[in-house]
Every structure is written in C-alpha cells, then in structure tokens.
C-alpha cells in the first residue's frame, strides 16, 4: 500500500476558545462528548482529506490538527510544535471579543517562531499583512466558536474579522456542538476543505513544479556563447 503524504496545520488561539473541541470536530465529524480538559503543550488529531475531491486530480492526504495549549505560561516554550508550519488555523471565541482581537498576536507568534527565543529585542506580537500577499504565502483560514451562545451574530454570519481581510483569509462561524457545522455541502465545510487543499497545494505541488524545472532553464547562462571582445 502506498503512504499517504501529510501537512501539519497548526491551530491557536486564548485559551478556552474551544480549539479541541473544534479540532475533535473537523477530525472526526462529531462533536466531542464531555467537557474538554485544558490542553497542556500540545495535542494531535489527524483528519484524512481528499485533495480535489470530485476532480481528475484528487488524492488523498493526511492533516495533522495540532491543537496549542494557549495558556501564556508556556509561551516561550510553545516555538517547538511551529516547525513545520503548513497552514494556520486562526481560532476566536465570537462571545469573547478580545480573544478575536489577540489573533493577531498568535499569528505574529507563530510567524515569528524563529526569533520568539532569541536574545535579540524583537517584537514578535508585530505582523506583516503583506505576507500573504500572493498564493506562496502560508494559507490561514479563522475559525469563530460558540455562535450558540451569540445568537444575534447569525445575522451577520457573513462579515469577516479585521484579521481575516488583512490576510485575505477565508472565516467561518462555528457550533461545536452542533455536527450539521461542519456538514459536507455547507459552506463552512466548503471553506474549510478549500484551505486543507491549499495547504497541501502550496506544500506539495509547489515544489513538484520545482521539480519539473529544466536544468536548462536554472543553469541557461552556461549554455550561453562566449562573446569575444576582440576587434576582427
């Protein structure tokens, strides 16, 4: 049996937003029965995703959901689960609007895991949203949770988080109580199976398309006559 490629896609966000149950979601298709205990460091589901479902090209791929404790207690330590970082998945509480606002501090976070334990004064809560300008860009999807307990803001389902345009970033509103939240043909699932394939597009197709590169077309200069300077 052939392996099956993978993709790590980290998931962050304050602590108590409902990142495990929402990662219990996506994974397994159901809710998680239970209260869920603090995460500690960080935990790991697998989801298995079907690239381009429905189309001449689809394959089957593994994505690793690792959920990030978010106590800020374990900030400095929390560097080590952000490499490889394939794809983000920005987690909010809509019941708790400075969860939404410390968004961007969790994506300066991992974007700038290289530099979180280094001597040098940097500011790693700092962000630049031309990052993600263009599709070689790390793809980041926000996720909002508890739209139980927010029931005005299904009338307004559709506008996105000051983060989510800054991004370019595709958003969806969640129950993770709910199993229809994810349910295949909705559009939040059509979202979320939209950033999975990105994720594995910029990993894996990406670099096949290096791969095809002509060593012509890389060394073209070696190839190249030899002008001479002397005069006939």
Not at 44 to 62: A, D, I
Not at 188 to 208: H, M, P
């Amino acid at each position: 049996m052939a392996s099956i490629d993978k993709v790590r896609v980290i998931v962050v966000g304050d602590s108590g937003v409902g990142k495990t149950s929402l990662v219990h979601l996506i994974s397994q298709g159901k809710p998680l029965e239970g209260s869920p205990s603090w995460t500690v460091g960080c935990s790991v589901e697998v989801k298995l995703h079907e690239f381009r479902e429905g189309t001449p090209s689809q394959k089957s791929y593994f994505v690793e959901l690792w959920d990030i404790g978010g106590s800020s207690s374990h900030r400095n330590a929390r560097s080590v689960f952000y490499n490889p970082t394939h794809g983000i998945i920005l987690v909010h509480d809509l019941s708790n609007r400075k969860s939404q606002q410390n968004l961007s501090k969790w994506l300066a976070e991992v974007l700038n895991k290289d530099s979180a334990t280094s001597s040098r004064s940097i500011a790693v809560d700092q962000y630049d949203p031309e990052q993600f300008v263009g599709s070689t860009q790390i793809p980041i999807l926000v996720i909002g949770t508890k739209l139980d307990l927010v029931e005005k803001l299904r009338a307004n389902s559709r506008r996105t988080s000051a983060i989510a345009e800054e991004c370019g970033a595709d958003e969806i509103f969640v129950d993770c109580q709910q199993m229809r939240a994810l349910a295949a043909g909705s559009s939040s699932a059509i979202k979320l199976a939209r950033f999975f394939d990105k994720v594995i597009e910029r990993k894996y197709q990406t670099r096949e398309a290096r791969d095809r590169v002509s060593p012509f077309t890389v060394d073209s200069r070696r190839s190249r006559p030899f002008k001479s300077y002397h005069n006939d």
